[in-house]
């Protein structure tokens, strides 16, 4: 599967954007999806996740301000990301789970996409 992720940009703190990955191959729906970031000089972060049967699960550092969903027919799956602070400030990838492995581990995700810059900044 190829993904191909897009709607970075620049936003002051407390706004909000919304990022779209859409996926092209075959058995989009059978794909645990996540988002991912990566900070300068810090580790990948696994964000958010969603199941094939759309159990979500998002690190602490963003409950309650971002939300995952996914669109089947669609082969996409966005990220709503609302109160962003400038600590959200990274490259955003998408990226899928064979529906074997585990949505909410890193180590669970097969494919990746390119990735987006979100910057969070006044």
């Given at each position: 599967?190829?993904?191909?992720?897009?709607?970075?940009?620049l936003v002051q703190p407390g706004?909000?954007?919304?990022?779209?990955?859409?996926?092209?191959?075959?058995?989009?729906?059978?794909?645990?999806?996540?988002?991912?970031?990566?900070?300068?000089?810090?580790?990948?972060?696994?964000?958010?996740?969603?199941?094939?049967?759309?159990?979500?699960?998002?690190?602490?550092?963003?409950?309650?301000?971002?939300?995952?969903?996914?669109?089947?027919?669609?082969?996409?799956?966005?990220?709503?990301?609302?109160?962003?602070?400038?600590?959200?400030?990274?490259?955003?990838?998408?990226?899928?789970?064979?529906?074997?492995?585990?949505?909410?581990?890193?180590?669970?995700?097969?494919?990746?996409?390119?990735?987006?810059?979100?910057?969070?900044?006044?």
């Amino acid at each position: 599967v190829q993904l191909q992720a897009s709607g970075g940009g620049l936003v002051q703190p407390g706004g909000s954007l919304k990022l779209s990955c859409v996926a092209s191959g075959r058995s989009f729906s059978t794909y645990g999806m996540g988002w991912f970031r990566r900070a300068p000089g810090k580790e990948r972060e696994l964000v958010a996740g969603i199941s094939s049967g759309g159990n979500s699960y998002y690190a602490d550092s963003v409950k309650g301000r971002f939300t995952i969903s996914r669109d089947n027919s669609k082969g996409a799956v966005y990220l709503q990301m609302n109160s962003l602070k400038p600590e959200d400030t990274a490259v955003y990838y998408c990226a899928a789970s064979s529906y074997y492995k585990d949505y909410r581990s890193i180590r669970g995700y097969d494919y990746w996409g390119q990735g987006t810059q979100v910057t969070v900044s006044s």
